[in-house]
């Protein structure tokens, strides 16, 4: 097979972290794991942990912006975030069940703590719970910075509480009605 990422290399097979198959790119060392392997391999070995000790700073991780062709099947692959903190994708081909990382996107998802969790990552599950973080994050920013700090707090523990309140709906009305002790509407 030839590499889809950068077209030049080889997929020659290797073990990833020596441990399942892969098969890495000889000329821009990008990997492609077949999931099905990832995940015959995590059965078998259930409480494997991959080390976390990535001195990330020396780290070179490619990210491909553009569309991606998977090596087996030369099906467009569909491009999946690894979470809500990180805007890094992986590649993913739903033909074959192939997962392409380009150069250090596997020490990547060791470094987030996501290594364990590569075949999850390819569901919607995991993809909309990264959507409402995200939009979350996004939110929270605007408050943050429409509110100020002390004010968003205060905010924020009051919609708790009144959340929390059988008579919300009231409570809600009272809050918000101009003059709550007036007949005139």
Known sequence: MNCTSCHNGELKPTFLEGEFRA????????????????????????????????????????DTKKALICPSSGIIMRKFRISATNEHRIDYSTKVGGVWLDKGEWELLKNEGLAGSLNAMLTNF??????????????????????????????????????????????RAYILAEDPYSADR
Request: with cysteine; hydrophobic share 30%; glycine share 4%.
């Open 23 to 62: 098969h890495y790119c000889t000329s821009c060392g990008g990997n492609w794991i077949l999931i099905e392997d990832y995940v015959a391999w995590k059965e078998r070995n259930p409480n494997y942990v991959f080390s976390e000790n990535i001195s990330f700073e020396e780290l070179e991780v490619s």
């Open 126 to 171: 995991w993809q909309a719970k990264i959507k409402q973080n995200t939009a979350t994050s996004h939110f929270s920013d605007i408050y943050l910075e429409k509110f100020g700090e002390e004010n968003y707090q205060k905010a924020k523990e009051f919609r708790q509480w009144l959340n929390s309140q059988d008579q919300k709906a009231d409570l």
